[in-house]
């Protein structure tokens, strides 16, 4: 187990050191109205960032094409959220959903019951362990809800709280 833990560890920590999808996504995109955009902060942490997504409506209700991410916070939230823009990219936005409430309920679930990650998660079965840390769950989960705002368009910041 502890091997398994070190190894989450080493993903969570390459995340952050080398973010993937981190920056704004290009104007031009914004212009055609595609690109949605929201801030998302935990006000616990500290953490702040900004998330674009490139939604392109199709059969399937829309498909996310690109997703970037900018800002600063801890090394959980920042991994987070790099770690979500890789396994959300390319993706149905219904799948999208399924993958958000997964997550959640990885973290969220009730602690007095192992974790324990689906095979959909992916990579994102490192935030197993945050369980056992409620502010932390905060910080792994801001990025989720910052996509959630700016899927549904809102102008006001998503928070943790």
């Not at 091997?3 to 952050?16: A, K, R, S, T, W």
């Not at 997703?67 to 149905?92: D, N, Q, V």
Request: some cysteine; glycine content about 10%; aromatic content about 6%.
């Amino acid at each position: 187990m502890s091997e398994l833990f070190d190894l989450y560890q080493e993903v969570i920590l390459d995340h952050n050191k080398n973010p993937r999808n981190f920056g704004r996504l290009e104007d031009s995109l914004e212009g055609e109205g595609r690109v949605r955009h929201a801030d998302g902060y935990n006000p616990l942490c500290g953490d702040r960032l900004t998330l674009y997504v490139d939604v392109v409506r199709d059969e399937e209700g829309g498909t996310i094409r690109d997703i970037k991410f900018e800002g600063s916070g801890c090394a959980i939230s920042k991994a987070s959220a790099s770690l979500m823009t890789e396994a959300i990219k390319g993706k149905p936005l219904a799948e999208s959903e399924k993958l958000f409430e997964s997550f959640h309920e990885l973290l969220t679930g009730d602690p007095s019951v192992k974790a324990k990650a689906s095979a959909e998660l992916g990579k994102l079965a490192v935030f197993e362990g945050v369980r056992e840390f409620p502010v932390r769950v905060k910080c792994a989960t801001l990025a989720w809800h910052t996509l959630q705002a700016a899927l549904a368009g809102g102008s006001e910041p998503a928070t943790t709280e």
